[in-house]
T-cell receptor, first 115, second 111 residues
Framework: DSGVTQTPKHLITATGQRVTLRCSPR?????VYWYQQSLDQGLQFLIQ???????AKGNILERFSAQQFPDLHSELNLSSLELGDSALYFC??????????????FGPGTRLTVL | DQQVKQNSPSLSVQEGRISILNCDYT??????FLWYKKYPAEGPTFLIS???IKDKNEDGRFTVFLNKSAKHLSLHIVPSQPGDSAVYFC??????????WGAGTKLIIKP
């Protein structure tokens, strides 16, 4: 158990809908990262928050947004969903936020299926 | 454009033997490399890393080798154990910026 929790575990929805994925980092970690893993692909970095502020942005679509709240949990919002958004979405946390040299601890992921 | 490639989707190895997982990259500016291990229904967990100033890093049964001229790294597991059966991801970073991940190699350890 990494100490990072993600809810829900599974989510099935229809095209055009909007969903929210939630992540609670390990106790004491200030950084949260979001990744997308499509079928048979590597993880794609989406976005990083550090202590409530956006720190780095990767290949995140404009239809997607995220935020980190004062209690450090984070939410990833996906809107106008398309079939291609079906994927595993991972959240990771780390103590600091400067760079990837700080070990990232991953949650179990949320599997999103768009029908 | 895949900057990090793991060309073997799967690998089967006898228990007790050496497992060698390979990873190639195209960006010569990558200076930090990591291996993660992932079991089904769990998130990836960090295994071992190497900086570009080194060519080898060991941690117990796990050794990572980096060949900068060939833009190639490999993970050696000796001896392989049943618990090593998992998907292994290679990831790389330039100057500590975001991680670029390979597609993973599924390692199966046969008894």
């Amino acid at each position: 158990d990494s100490g990072v929790t993600q809810t829900p575990k599974h989510l099935i929805t229809a095209t055009g809908q909007r969903v929210t994925l939630r992540c609670s980092p390990r106790s004491g970690d200030l950084s949260v990262y979001w990744y997308q893993q499509s079928l048979d692909q590597g993880l794609q970095f989406l976005i990083q928050y550090y202590n409530g502020e956006e720190r780095a942005k990767g290949n995140i679509l404009e239809r997607f947004s995220a935020q980190q709240f004062p209690d450090l949990h984070s939410e990833l919002n996906l809107s106008s969903l398309e079939l291609g958004d079906s994927a595993l979405y991972f959240c990771a946390s780390s103590v600091a936020g400067g760079n990837v040299y700080n070990e990232q601890f991953f949650g179990p992921g949320t599997r999103l299926t768009v029908l | 454009d895949q900057q990090v490639k793991q060309n073997s989707p799967s690998l089967s190895v006898q228990e007790g033997r050496i497992s060698i997982l390979n990873c190639d990259y195209t960006n010569s500016m990558f200076d930090y490399f990591l291996w993660y291990k992932k079991y089904p229904a769990e998130g990836p967990t960090f295994l071992i890393s190497i900086s570009s100033i080194k060519d080898k890093n060991e941690d117990g049964r796990f050794t990572v080798f980096l060949n900068k001229s060939a833009k190639h790294l490999s993970l050696h597991i000796v001896p392989s154990q049943p618990g090593d059966s998992a998907v292994y991801f290679c990831a790389a970073s330039e100057s500590g910026y975001q991680l670029i991940w390979g597609a993973g190699t599924k390692l199966i350890i046969k008894p």
